[in-house]
């Protein structure tokens, strides 16, 4: 048994292919998908019929040479001059064209394009209004023909990555004139079933005339309107439909979008472990913390002598117990100083006192005091208040003037 490694392998197709004459020199027709301008002037792109795709490669200076440049669109129906290239460290084979003959747009690829853009002004294909798929989807609603492949892809991936997953068909036909707003009704139906978490849309590859239902407006409003995540599996990877620029998510395959939908079993596994590590290290970083600190506490004095701290406090309140009453016993003295000085200054200004130096408060029998002789008339009774005691007396004489 002869056993080749990879690269004895692709080295040995290498020289099979440059070995065919014919390879070197070989016009394919195709239609142009996925058309790609690199900053260095290259183009890339692909060329698809209704079965298989190829990818091709434009050199800058062909490009050039044949005044290519804003002629390579996606759409366009061409024929290509080339030679098959294989590059063997990665396995791969392309075309590299030196010349290409550019036919027109096919109707339906002109109504895509005109359609794309009215959606697009109309903002069904903005990405602020997508949402994310959830993380454990335990339910998984699935828009597509029951008797297809699509229906085994999804579900054969999905049992192995996670067989807990529930699935729930709704059943719809994928190709034909009216399979559009039937398709739009089962992503509807789909959307208002509470045990629904996301709705696979899908179907097999095919031609463009195949798959012309999945660019139906109605279905484009249902993703559109959808509330549920929506994931977009229409034809092979080099096929776009309206439906995977409205949906959530595109797949490339029926298989990847149950990949995307299903969460892996053993990766949630670990996911779970991962988490039960961290929270047992930070359960155990905490302990460990709390025992250091409480370690540190012990060792210091105040733990190993709680007498003596104890006594130290004690001080410190006798200390602060004898300020608070030398502060009281200071504050009721300046109380009592300023209390004896108003009485003092009140006795200097009582008329008890200047009674006492001999002089007398004399009223009308009122009582109202007279002040001048003005209030007074002969023969009329005062009272004469002295400092230790009053009498009643007389008015016989006055007289008006200054006191001498």
Known sequence: MNVLTITQLNNLIKRTLDREYLLKNVYVSGTIINAKRHSSGHMYFSLKDEESAIDVTMWSSTVMQKGLANAIQNGLLVTVKASVNFYNKMGRLNLIASDMLIGAKSPLQLEFDALKRELTALGYFDDSHKVGLPYMASCIGIVTSQSGAVLHDILHVSKQRNPLVQFKLFSVPVQGSTAGPIIAKGIATADADP??????????????????????????????????????????????????????????????????????????????????????????????????????????????????????????????????????????????????????????????????????????????????????????????????????????????????
């Not at 460990?288 to 012990?298: D, F, H, S, V």
């Not at 009453?325 to 006192?353: C, D, F, G, Y």
């Not at 130096?357 to 009223?363: E, F, L, P």
């Open 195 to 404: 045990d629904v978490d996301v709705i696979i849309v899908g179907r097999g590859g095919g031609s463009m005339e195949d798959l012309w239902c999945f660019n139906d407006r109605a279905v484009v409003e249902a993703i559109y309107n959808a509330h549920t995540p929506i994931i977009s599996a229409v034809g092979h990877e080099t096929d776009y439909t309206l439906a995977d620029f409205a949906a959530d998510v595109r797949a490339a395959t029926p298989s990847q979008a149950a990949e995307l939908a299903v969460p892996d079993g053993e990766e949630l596994r670990r996911h779970v472990a991962g988490l039960q590590a961290r929270v047992e290290n930070a359960r155990d970083g905490w302990m460990k913390a709390k025992r250091t600190r409480l370690a540190a506490l012990t060792r210091q004095s105040f733990f190993r002598e709680p007498q003596r701290f104890l006594r130290f406090f004690r001080q410190r309140l006798d200390t602060v117990e004898e300020r608070f009453q030398r502060l009281t016993e200071k504050w009721h003295t300046a109380k009592r100083q300023r209390l004896t000085s108003a009485i003092e200054k009140m006795e200097l200004l009582s008329p008890v006192r200047v009674l006492r130096r001999g002089y007398g408060i004399i009223s009308t029998p009122d009582g109202d005091v007279i002040r001048s002789i003005r209030q007074v008339r002969p023969e009329e009774n005062v009272e004469v208040m002295l400092a230790d005691g009053r009498f009643k007396a007389r008015v016989t004489e006055f007289r008006k003037g200054e006191m001498a």
